[in-house]
């Protein structure tokens, strides 16, 4: 494993994997921070668990030499063995939960790297990749808010990579991977529009024609505009007042290449 500038050290396999596919030069990573035992605050539970538990004995050896009744000291034994049984029950569930792995991703000039810690590294080249998802959601409870991101990565042949929070970095690696595969597919799929295929993006679809949800389709010259507020995809038809359709940001996929295609093609339509 090396060590490259920043102190972030890269396993030797992400290099290897990206000259062997010619993946180019690297645009981005993350890793995750898989959680480790929590010995700081484990030992020194321990440590007073087993200093209460000496004190205990020691008092109950002393009542049963001098009063033949060691039970007199039962109440530092029950104090003593509450830290030992927390001490205990850490190591029991730590034992036998699901380890997490080591886990790396970058993205390239031309295409992904997902990389397990003493696995092979799995690797898509743009035009394998099939959606690319962000899903950046904000809760809160009228005091507080929390904001969580999840982007999501989907090759032709069904395999997943998804990354959340844990992965340090992610906001900033999602919008760079988003922009970078927008730019490889936004002339793959307006080349496929060109020769008059449909091309889907989640719940909606378009082709030369118009826009496409469910049973519902919308000519582009009837479409005002498309746009995003306030985290929906809004398609607001010519002459309405409220929008033809709205389909949550969070989830939609492929949504720069859908936005970038969507507005062409409408101007293209526009009288």
């Keep these: 494993m090396g060590v490259e500038q920043g102190g972030v050290r890269v396993p030797d396999a992400l290099r290897v994997a990206a000259r062997e596919f010619g993946l180019g030069a690297r645009k981005g990573l993350v890793w995750n921070e898989p959680k480790r035992f929590p010995w700081g605050g484990v030992l020194p539970i321990g440590a007073l ?18 009063e033949g009744a060691w039970y007199f000291s039962l109440p530092l034994i029950v ?9 205990a029950y ?38 394998e990749i099939s959606f690319v ?13 929390a904001a969580t ?14 990354l ?3 992965f340090g970095g992610i906001v900033p690696f999602a919008e760079g991977l988003s922009d970078a595969f927008a730019r490889e597919r936004i002339p793959v ?14 719940v909606v679809d378009i082709d030369g024609s118009g826009l496409g949800q469910g049973e519902g389709r919308l000519g582009w010259a009837e479409v005002e505009r498309i746009d995003v507020r306030q985290g929906l995809v809004e398609v607001q038809r010519r002459g309405a007042r409220k929008p033809w359709t709205t389909i949550p940001a969070a989830g ?18 526009e009288s």
């Design 49 to 66: 668990g087993v200093f209460l538990g000496w004190i205990a004995l020691s008092y109950a050896i002393e009542d049963q030499r001098e």
């Design 79 to 87: 104090l003593a063995a509450i830290p030992l049984g927390f001490v």
């Design 90 to 127: 850490v190591l029991f569930s730590w034992a036998f939960r699901p380890r997490a792995s080591q886990v790396w991703v970058a993205w390239y000039e031309h295409g992904v790297l997902w990389h397990v810690d003493g696995g092979e590294p799995l690797v898509f080249a743009w035009d």
């Design 133 to 145: 998802i962000r899903q950046d959601t904000k809760v809160t409870n009228g005091v507080t808010s």
């Design 149 to 162: 991101h999840q982007l999501t990565i989907r090759s032709a042949h069904g395999d997943v990579i998804v």
């Design 164 to 166: 959340g929070d844990e």
């Design 189 to 202: 799929d307006a080349a496929r529009l060109e020769a008059g295929e449909r091309v889907g993006f989640g």
């Design 252 to 269: 939609f996929p492929n949504l720069i290449v859908f936005l970038t295609l969507a507005d062409a093609l409408r101007r293209q339509h």
